[in-house]
C-alpha cells in the first residue's frame, strides 16, 4: 500500500477500493469515475480535494486504454491530487460477479417487489432489486468487453 | 486393585479423548490462521476510514456531532464479548471475572449499569446473574460477518442516542500472540480519540494537519457526511473488537488443546505402566500357583 502522494509516477492515479474485509484494488489508473450521492464524477490526476459518499453504482477505471468495471454498494471516496481512496461496504470486480447468479437475483428482486407487502418491506425488495440490475450491468460490460 | 480388563478400558477411553482433543487442535488452529488473515485484511480499511474522519472532524466542529460530545450522565453500558463455544482454556472465565469486577466497581460508584454480550458463553453467565441485559447476540462467530457488526453498531448508536446509556465500554480478548491473550476494557462511546485505533491518547494529529490544509469539497455538506460516517466509524470498531476476540479464541483454544493432548498422553503412559506391572504380577502369581501345586504333587 503507497502511502504518500510524491510515490505515484506522474500523470497517474492511486486507486485504491477498501472493504471491510480487504483490499480489493490498489493501481496507478489515468482515470477514475465513481457513482457519487449528488451526480456521477470523473477524476482526473490533480483533481482538487474532493470527499463524498457514494449511491449504488458503477465504479469505472482506465489503465491506459484498459478499461475496468466494479460494482459499489454505498461507501465513500476521498479524492485528493494524486489518489483516490474507495471505502466501500460492498465492492466486486466485473470479473468476479457470476453472470447467472446476477440474473437469477434480479428475478427473484422483481418478485418480491411485485408481490407487494409492508412499505418497508417493498423498499428493502427495491433496493435489493436497484443492487442486482447494477451486478447484472457490470457483469455484462464484462461479458462485452470479452467478446470485442 | 482394578482389573487387567477396566485397566485397558480405561487406556481405550483416554486414547479416544486424545484423538479428539488433537483434532480439535488442529482445527483450531487452522480456524486460527484464518481469523488472523481476517484481522490484517481489515486493517486498510479501518485505517483509511479513521483517516478520513479524522480529516472530516478536523474540519467540522466535532462538538457538534452527539458521538464525540461526553454527557454528564451516570448510565454505563459494558458490551461483553465471549465465544460461543467452550473448550478454550481460560478465555471466557477471564472475560467474565474482569467484566463482573468492572460492572461491581461503577455501580458502587453510582452508576446505572447495564450489560450487552456478544457470544453465548457471556449470554449464559448473565442471565444467571442479577445484571441487567440489555441486548444479546448469541452465536455470531461461527460465521462472522461484517453484518454482525453492522447489526450490533447500528443498535448500539441507537440506543446511545436515545440515551439508554451515556456511555460504552467493551471488555474483549485482545490477540496478542498464539500463547498470550490480554483482557482489554476500553472505551468506545463517546469516541474520545481518533488518533490510535487502540483509543488511547495519542499524539496531537501532527501528520494529519498538513494534508488537510488544500480546500476540501464536501457532498453532501461536512455534517451530513460526519453524520454518516462516524456511525460507520464505530461499526469498524466493533467489527475489529470481534476479530480480535475471534482470533483470541481460536488461538486460546489450540493452547487449550494442545495442553490436553500433552496431558492424555502423560495418562496413558501412566496407566499403561500400571497395567504392564499389574499384568506381570498376575502372571508371576499364576507362575507361583502351578510351581506350588506342582511341588504338592511330588
Redesign the interface.
Known amino acids: 500500500m503507497a502511502e504518500t502522494g510524491h510515490t505515484v509516477p506522474s500523470g497517474k492515479l492511486l486507486l485504491e477500493v477498501v472493504t471491510p474485509d480487504k483490499l480489493l484494488v490498489s493501481e496507478y489508473v489515468d482515470q477514475v469515475s465513481a457513482p457519487g450521492a449528488e451526480g456521477d464524477f470523473g477524476v482526473l490526476p490533480g483533481h482538487c480535494h474532493f470527499l463524498t459518499t457514494l449511491r449504488i453504482g458503477e465504479l469505472h477505471y482506465r489503465i491506459g486504454e484498459a478499461e475496468h468495471y466494479m460494482s459499489v454498494l454505498w461507501g465513500f471516496v476521498d479524492v485528493t491530487p494524486r489518489k483516490v481512496t474507495v471505502l466501500a461496504e460492498v465492492a466486486e470486480k466485473a470479473e468476479d460477479i457470476d453472470v447467472d447468479r446476477a440474473h437469477a437475483a434480479v428475478a427473484k428482486a422483481e418478485e418480491r417487489l411485485e408481490r407487494g407487502g409492508l412499505p418497508s418491506e417493498v423498499e428493502e425488495a427495491r433496493v435489493s432489486l436497484e443492487k442486482a440490475r447494477l451486478r447484472e450491468k457490470v457483469a455484462e460490460r464484462r461479458k462485452k468487453q470479452g467478446h470485442a | 486393585m482394578p482389573s487387567l480388563q477396566s485397566l485397558r478400558r480405561k487406556i481405550a477411553s483416554v486414547k479416544n479423548t486424545q484423538k479428539i482433543t488433537k483434532a480439535m487442535k488442529m482445527v483450531a488452529a487452522a480456524k486460527l490462521k484464518r481469523a488472523q488473515d481476517?484481522i490484517l485484511?481489515?486493517r486498510?480499511?479501518?485505517h483509511?476510514?479513521r483517516?478520513?474522519v479524522r480529516?472530516?472532524a478536523e474540519r467540522a466542529s466535532p462538538i457538534s456531532h452527539p458521538l464525540l460530545r461526553k454527557r454528564e450522565g451516570h448510565k454505563t453500558e459494558l458490551l461483553v464479548i465471549t465465544s460461543d463455544r467452550g473448550l478454550c482454556g481460560a478465555f471466557n472465565a477471564n472475560i467474565l471475572r474482569q467484566a463482573t469486577e468492572f460492572l461491581r466497581e461503577h455501580a458502587e460508584q453510582g452508576e446505572q449499569v447495564r450489560v450487552s454480550a456478544a457470544g453465548r458463553k457471556g449470554c449464559d453467565f448473565f442471565r444467571r446473574r442479577t445484571w441487567t441485559i440489555r441486548q444479546e447476540w448469541p452465536g455470531i462467530f461461527d460465521r462472522l460477518s461484517?453484518e454482525h457488526?453492522l447489526d450490533m453498531g447500528q443498535d448500539i448508536i441507537q440506543h446511545y442516542n436515545d440515551g439508554t446509556f451515556d456511555q460504552l465500554y467493551v471488555v474483549y480478548n485482545e490477540f496478542k500472540s498464539v500463547m498470550q491473550q490480554r483482557v482489554v476494557v476500553e472505551k468506545l462511546l463517546p469516541i474520545e480519540s481518533l488518533d490510535e485505533e487502540t483509543g488511547g491518547p495519542g499524539p496531537e494529529r501532527s501528520e494529519g494537519t498538513p494534508?488537510a490544509v488544500?480546500?476540501?469539497?464536501?457532498?453532501?455538506d461536512e455534517h451530513e457526511?460526519l453524520e454518516?460516517?462516524l456511525p460507520k466509524h464505530f461499526q469498524?470498531q466493533a467489527?475489529r473488537v470481534l476479530l480480535e476476540s475471534a482470533a483470541a479464541e481460536q488461538a486460546a483454544r489450540m493452547t487449550a488443546m494442545d495442553g490436553a493432548t500433552r496431558n492424555a498422553g502423560e495418562l496413558i503412559q501412566k496407566v499403561t505402566l500400571f497395567y504392564n506391572k499389574t499384568r506381570q504380577a498376575a502372571i508371576t502369581k499364576e507362575l507361583m500357583d502351578i510351581v506350588g501345586g506342582a511341588e504338592a504333587l511330588k
Open positions: 481476517r485484511s481489515s486498510p480499511y479501518a483509511q476510514l483517516d478520513v480529516h472530516l461484517f457488526a494534508k488544500g480546500a476540501y469539497l464536501f457532498e453532501p457526511l454518516t460516517l469498524v467489527f
